[in-house]
């Protein structure tokens, strides 16, 4: 038996759901994080008197570990394993946030964030192709769109947390609690989260025949599993695969070109409504504490975004659907701050952005891994996710520059509705490509598209 082959065509049974639970809680981490720095915006700023530009610059440095991270620990997946990377990754990331919490000026907290980072750009490297690899070709679609819905369950149940915690105890007790959440997650993962048996088969590591029948057992197939006569690769020889140049290889550079602007201008227009609405809420008047009503709804409606994502994708194709998000997304983030007058209409708006701009990032998640194979996955995944997180880098510090040279908030949101939209562009450009070209010939049992990208 080809235990990738059984998980590509079998039905998911019990275990492959909790895989994919597991990683929706680890990617609620990342939303937990970034609202983090954005529920403490105004009390840091208080207490470390820091300029627009000054706080944009610490807002973007968990992003800068989160870029460094996914960019340089991408091939790590590939030749050690995704959920080596994943483990180490968490303890990082959990170090990060238990020293934020100790920050006694502006640049220890930029140091730390950029820590905290480091981790959560190792996470989702890892968990990303975990939820793709475990998942079945006809569920593949859902499946990650779930996970991609992590982000928004953490940003709302702990944004909620995190609004209780400041008004009760501080800031620092966001961190500190985060910390505590991440020590909870590596017992998880270490007890529930096993190898991907796609790296199995092509890393061939001591003992993989016997990992690859426990997880056959796990997952519900008790027949033997088989391994061909294919001699192991050399890890000079693996390492030489995986190198981040072989993305800009004539087989996939459109691939990849079309994906990172994608992530590119998707990240800048989510990170900057996630991470500057509470101050451009109070800038414009509002209450604080309704500025972080609004940031909330802004990651409910992602949760239920990215599920609706999903779910579309059993009907159209992957990149349809991504593309009227972003249509929307744009749209909707150019007109939603002409709403602060009404709030009914401002918290429907808020939740709207959320829901188009958190599914389009769940629509990139899930168009990216099945755009490379399988000993380059990881390290293109990493490599989108990094690009990724350079526009979300930009975007807060660029906010930050732009508030104080006067720009007002109508200026800043419609500006960044009109990034939104060169997103769409690049997804129009890939009308024509078939990502399943990406593939070599050796593997025809490696996950496809949960539907065709034409």
């Known amino acids: 038996m080809d235990l990738r082959q059984k998980i590509e065509t079998s039905p998911m049974g019990f275990h492959q759901w909790l895989i994919i639970g597991v990683v929706v809680l680890l990617n609620a981490l990342d939303g937990y994080d970034v609202l983090a720095i954005s529920f403490t915006s105004n009390a840091v700023t208080e207490e470390f008197a820091l300029s627009g530009t000054v ?28 959920r080596w990377l994943t ?85 620092r007790t966001v961190y500190v609690f985060g910390g505590i959440m991440t020590i909870i997650a590596i017992a998880l993962v270490l ?24 997880i056959a057992r796990r997952l519900g197939h008790s027949e033997p599993v088989e391994l061909d006569a294919r001699p192991e690769q050399g890890s000079s020889s693996l390492a030489e695969k995986v190198k981040i140049t072989k993305l800009l ?16 201008m998707v990240m800048f227009g989510y990170y ?55 249509v929307l997304a744009g749209v909707l983030m ?39 194979p399988v000993m380059l996955r990881a390290t293109g995944v990493g490599a989108a996710l990094g690009i990724g997180r350079i526009g979300a880098i930009v975007a807060p510090t660029a906010v930050g520059v732009m508030t104080d040279a006067g720009w007002t908030p109508t200026a800043i949101y419609m500006s960044v509705g009109g990034v939104m939209l060169i997103a769409t562009a690049a997804l129009l450009s890939m009308r024509h490509l078939n990502v399943e070209a990406n593939r070599s010939p050796r593997e025809d049992l490696e996950p496809v598209a949960p539907a065709p990208v034409t």
């Open 55 to 82: 706080l944009g610059m610490v807002m973007s440095a968990a992003l800068v570990g989160m870029a460094v991270g996914a960019f340089g620990l991408g091939n790590v997946a590939d030749i050690m394993g995704r």
């Open 87 to 171: 483990l180490i990754s968490l303890v990082v990331n959990a170090a990060g946030l238990f020293l934020t919490a100790t920050a006694q000026s502006a640049e220890e907290l930029a140091l730390w964030r950029f820590v905290t980072g480091l981790g959560v750009g190792g996470i989702l490297v890892g968990t990303n192709v975990i939820a793709s690899e475990y998942s079945s070709r006809r569920r593949r679609g859902l499946a990650i769109s779930i996970y991609g819905a992590g982000f928004g369950i953490g940003g709302a149940l702990g944004g909620s947390t995190m609004i209780y915690l400041i008004d009760a105890f501080g800031w």
């Open 191 to 214: 007890w529930l989260l096993p190898e991907s048996p796609s790296f199995l088969y092509q890393r061939r590591p001591p003992g993989a025949e016997a990992k690859l029948q426990k």
């Open 249 to 264: 290889a004539a087989d996939h550079r459109r691939a990849s070109a079309v994906i990172w602007i994608g992530f590119f």
């Open 272 to 326: 900057f409504v996630s991470t500057w609405t509470p101050r451009l809420m109070s800038l414009s008047g509002l209450d604080d504490s309704l500025g972080l009503y609004v940031t909330v709804m802004l990651t409910v409606g992602g949760t239920v975004g990215c599920v609706i994502f999903g779910i579309s994708t059993s009907r159209w194709s992957t990149r349809l659907v991504l593309t009227w998000f972003t």
């Open 334 to 372: 150019a007109v939603f701050v002409f709403t602060t007058q009404w709030t009914p209409l401002m918290l429907l708006a808020g939740t709207a952005v959320g829901f188009f701009a958190q599914g389009c990032i769940a629509g990139l998640y899930a168009l990216t891994p099945q755009s490379y």
